[in-house]
């Protein structure tokens, strides 16, 4: 099985930028496809974003298209997230998690019971 470990959050201010980061020890990163959710206290798990073993097709919420960007690199066994034009409603806990099943396509990845394991997740702050 697969250990997910994110970094990269922090406290910034709206309009800002955060890249987060998730490395993945245990199994190769490309026996996977890959997902960032987020939770919000008092709300559900969020899908934010979510990558192919091979990086060739991306999905994204719509409340992050065209600010956020997932990418991944399977030679170092890391995912990224890049933030762009941070607003408040995006302060959650953000986890990265994997899928062994990954010859899917589309909303398949939207879902987190899809995804097998997770990481604790990392704190994004994001202030008015």
């Known amino acids: 099985?697969?250990?997910?470990?994110?970094?990269?959050?922090?406290?910034?201010?709206?309009?800002?930028?955060?890249r987060l980061s998730?490395?993945?020890s245990g199994r190769t990163l490309s026996d996977y496809a890959m997902g960032w959710f987020r939770q919000a206290p008092g709300k559900e798990r969020e899908f934010v974003a979510a990558q192919t073993w091979s990086g060739g097709s991306t999905y994204y919420a719509d409340s992050v298209k065209g600010r956020f960007t997932i990418s991944r690199d399977n030679a170092k066994?890391?995912?990224y997230l890049q933030m762009n034009s941070l607003k408040p409603?995006?302060?959650?806990v953000?986890?990265?998690a994997a899928s062994p099943r990954k010859y899917y396509r589309g909303t398949y990845?939207?879902?987190?019971?899809?995804?097998?394991?997770?990481?604790?997740?990392?704190?994004?702050?994001?202030s008015s």
């Open 1 to 18: 099985q697969v250990q997910l470990v994110e970094s990269g959050g922090g406290l910034v201010q709206a309009g800002g930028s955060l």
């Open 22 to 24: 998730c490395l993945a």
């Open 77 to 79: 066994n890391m995912v």
């Open 89 to 92: 409603e995006d302060t959650a």
């Open 94 to 96: 953000y986890s990265c």
């Open 109 to 126: 990845y939207f879902h987190p019971r899809n995804y097998d394991y997770w990481g604790r997740g990392t704190q994004v702050t994001v």
